[in-house]
């Protein structure tokens, strides 16, 4: 049988450097369902990608000096692939398991999701790691032209590296999925591998992997309460989403780790009896008047703006959601219309920077409980939303927070307060508190004084609203876009509240 022409080495650490920073970025997506996206799970995600390789690096070498022939670069290469391809098979199952032991134990984003990285990709990392010095040591024939030669073989890793960055987060994963992502990562190696070895034992292996491409996932998280059911969910740009529909017929948004809630419809009704009723009541404490025009920074599904478009049809919204998918989704499953709503697809933050409207409420609902982007949550942030406002406008912001646990609401008051003359709270959930920020005039009596005035559905909300706002917590540290350790205060406050510090 003839033996099938070599590929070039160059060719071999191109596609591996490839691999290994693609499967870098879908390793992140894969946690963040469980886990979030915050800084804390990108550093652990790194962080073991480069101890990975580093390892990689040593232990390829001493296996290059051993046996440096072709062969054994093949192996490694095809190894590689198959242990990437493996990885989404067994990462929902894995992921399920811990996060439930962890939940057990109390241990939040930090532990959980380096232990995900480390069982998950730590391993196909460092056997891809093994390749680039396999390869220098074949490539370097004469010690006078070693520094050409792995100057030029870093480089090209170097560029597939890139490629990789970018194939996966803009191209890929949008168009497949995460976890075919990886198989395809996967394929792309095991290819290699088995063209090498040009050994017919081998040569279904590709096709195996292939058709792994095309298997139907099932869904990531499938659990629901009893007679609810999964009537959409989708791998955005940005997170898992799924609508769980319940069998009285309430439909819940729920996105990443699935714990929280972030929009809900419930059959003929405008309420929610939730957090985003007192959206339509807790402006009353600063304002006379329903509010003219508002802004709602991290729209979802659009409860909030179904809500007012009801209550108070002549109000203007624009309703603000980073990832717009989660608009279509309001359409679609949360009929989520209101005469003056114009939805916008951008970030909070940088649409409020660029916009020229004033808004007589700004409403901040864009942390995904319990971790939340630090941007949104800093003196600076709460400057600019400040100088969105008409004069007697409000900001209110949605502080989700573990059950039992103050410290995140402590420090988005006193950053608020840094900026606001009065800062209002209403502990109105378990897990939510209301903050509320004016420059003007805000107070319980107010609003217990403008409850008449409401629409009759909301006048019993106004009233023991009422009863719970006071003033903010004292206490808490001002963050800032230098400092705002967003991600460490919400871990201890788990670890704090499950140990009975809360």
Excluded: C
Excluded at 127 to 146: F, H, I, N, T
Excluded at 259 to 271: E, G, T
């Amino acid at each position: 049988m003839r033996r099938l022409p070599e590929p070039p080495l160059s060719l071999i650490v191109f596609v591996v450097g490839l691999s290994i920073l693609g499967a870098e970025i879908a390793a992140a997506r894969l946690l963040a369902p469980y886990f979030g996206a915050s800084t804390i799970v990108w550093a652990n995600t790194i962080g073991i990608v480069l101890v990975a390789l580093s390892i990689g690096y040593w232990y390829g070498g001493r296996l290059a000096d051993r046996n440096p022939t072709l062969e054994g670069l093949y192996r490694i290469v095809l190894l590689s692939g198959l242990l990437l391809s493996v990885v989404p098979f067994v990462a929902d199952p894995f992921l399920r398991v811990a996060v439930d032991a962890l939940d057990a134990i109390s241990a939040g984003a930090f532990v959980g999701s380096l232990v995900g990285v480390v069982v998950l990709i730590a391993t196909p990392v460092l056997v891809s790691g093994a390749v680039a010095p396999y390869a220098l040591r074949l490539a370097v024939k004469d010690v006078a032209e070693a520094g050409t030669v792995s100057g030029r073989l870093y480089a090209i890793s170097t560029v597939g590296s890139l490629l990789g960055t970018f194939s996966s987060a803009l191209v890929l994963i949008p168009l497949i999925g995460t976890r075919r992502t990886f198989i395809l990562y996967g394929l792309a190696l095991v290819v290699i591998g088995v063209y090498g070895l040009a050994r017919r034992r081998l040569v279904l292996l590709p096709a195996v992997v292939a058709v792994a491409l095309v298997m139907p996932f099932g869904t990531i998280k499938g659990e629901t309460e009893a007679g609810a059911r999964v009537i959409h969910e989708t791998d955005t740009e940005y997170q898992y989403a799924r609508v769980v529909q319940s069998a009285n017929g309430t439909r819940t948004l729920e996105l990443n780790e699935g714990q929280a809630v972030h929009s809900l419809r419930r059959p003929n009704s405008y309420l929610t009896d939730n957090i985003w009723d007192d959206y339509m009541i807790v402006t009353f404490a600063a304002q006379d008047r329903p509010p003219g025009k508002v802004a709602i920074l991290g729209n979802a599904a659009g409860t909030t703006a179904r809500a007012y478009g009801h209550y108070f049809p002549r109000t203007q919204i624009d309703g603000v959601e980073i990832d717009g998918e989660l608009t279509e989704i309001g359409r679609r499953y949360f009929d989520m219309q209101a005469p003056g709503l114009r939805t916008h697809t951008a970030d909070a933050r940088p649409f409020l920077r660029r916009t020229k409207e004033r808004y007589d409420a700004i409403f901040v609902d864009a942390y995904r409980q319990p971790y939340i982007p630090f941007y949104l949550a800093t003196r600076e942030f709460f400057e600019l939303a400040r100088d969105r406002l008409n004069p007697g406008g409000v900001v209110v912001v949605n502080a989700g927070h573990p059950e039992g646990s103050d410290d995140l609401e402590k420090v988005l008051g006193a950053t608020m307060a840094s900026v606001f003359p009065t800062v209002l709270r209403d502990p109105s959930q378990r897990v939510n508190t209301l903050l509320l920020g004016t420059a003007g005039s805000a107070s319980a009596q107010r609003l217990r004084d403008n409850a008449a005035s409401l629409p009759p559905d909301l006048q019993p909300l106004a009233i023991a609203a009422a009863g719970r706002v006071e003033p903010r917590l004292p206490g808490g540290r001002v963050y800032t876009d230098d400092i705002a350790p967003v991600e460490w205060l919400i871990d201890s406050s788990i670890v704090s509240f499950a140990a009975g510090g809360g």
